[in-house]
């Protein structure tokens, strides 16, 4: 039993999972109107937990063969046959439409109708335009981005405000040197399996620092979005412009050393930034 709770976990891939549902609770919490109860973060943790993990089972429904061919993803429970592609399936139907439903009854349908579009475009886009071009990353971004807006939406039921697409462009932009410093360290096993998402396709030189380092600089004046559209103040405002700047500074170390340490420290940075945005965005609501 533990085992196949295990495998399930790896199924929902639960560590990326639970960093796209902060990101959709914190976009329902910093709703200026929302007040905010036990119950309704405990209904939209649940639909997008379903969601997200029927997004994530799906991906690596689609890349079994291709996580089989890599050292990092060839124990995962599918390419290892630990969990079939039937049950997969199975499992993925019925986390969706229940993740689906639970949006739309406990929230609106705008809700539950972005959460779709989020899975849609994650599995039958992203997943699949991975083995086409680096445009992946591209498309990749934009259900990536949508959490914070489904979290928004089930707070407003309506996406016609600066607000909420403040949060998405803080989520899409923060995404390229993200996935591109993982790009780097895993250039070689993505190889392996037929993909190649670096921006020019290759290993050498600065182009994939210099343009972690661009996307990186375009987060710092960004940072002070929330403070002009009514999210925050100056906390969120420091918060983010800090965050950022420290995303930066990791970037133009990758720029002049374009080596595996270096891109590990962008992916780390990365990793920093996401959480200490929305931290400060809830403290300034709070506060």
Not at 7 to 32: E, F, T
Not at 273 to 280: K, N, S
Request: net charge positive; hydrophobic share 55%; proline share 4%.
């Amino acid at each position: 039993m533990k085992q196949r709770v295990r495998d399930y976990l790896q199924l929902i891939k639960l560590n990326l999972s639970l960093l796209v549902l902060a990101s959709c609770l914190v976009g329902y919490i910093i709703v200026p109107e929302v007040e905010v109860s036990v119950m309704k973060l405990v209904w939209l943790f649940a639909g997008g937990l379903l969601v997200t993990g029927a997004a994530n089972a799906s991906n690596q429904l689609l890349e079994r063969d291709s996580d089989a061919m890599m050292k990092r993803t060839k124990d995962r429970p599918l390419p290892d046959a630990r969990i079939s592609h039937i049950e997969a399936i199975l499992f993925i139907v019925i986390a969706l439409t229940a993740g689906c439903y639970i949006l739309f009854k406990q929230f609106n349908f705008l809700s539950a109708s972005l959460a779709l579009l989020s899975y849609a475009l994650y599995t039958f886009a992203y997943t699949p335009l991975k083995k086409v071009s680096a445009v992946a990353v591209l498309v990749g971004a934009i259900p990536g981005s949508l959490p914070c807006l489904i979290g928004w939406a089930a707070g407003t039921n309506h996406i016609w405000s600066l607000a909420g697409w403040t949060l998405f462009l803080l989520q899409f932009f923060w995404q390229f040197p993200h996935f591109w410093a993982i790009a780097w360290l895993s250039h070689e096993e993505y190889q392996k399996a037929g993909m190649n998402l670096l921006p020019r396709g290759e290993k050498l030189g600065p182009y994939t620092a210099m343009q972690c380092f661009t996307y990186s600089a375009v987060l710092v004046p960004m940072g002070l979005l929330p403070a002009v559209v009514g999210l925050g103040g100056w906390i969120s405002s420091v918060g983010c412009i800090l965050a950022a700047l420290w995303m930066c500074y990791n970037s133009y170390m990758f720029i002049k050393e374009h080596t595996d340490a270096r891109a590990r420290k962008v992916m780390f940075a990365s990793f920093v930034y996401l959480p200490v945005v929305l931290l400060v965005l809830v403290l300034d609501k709070y506060l």
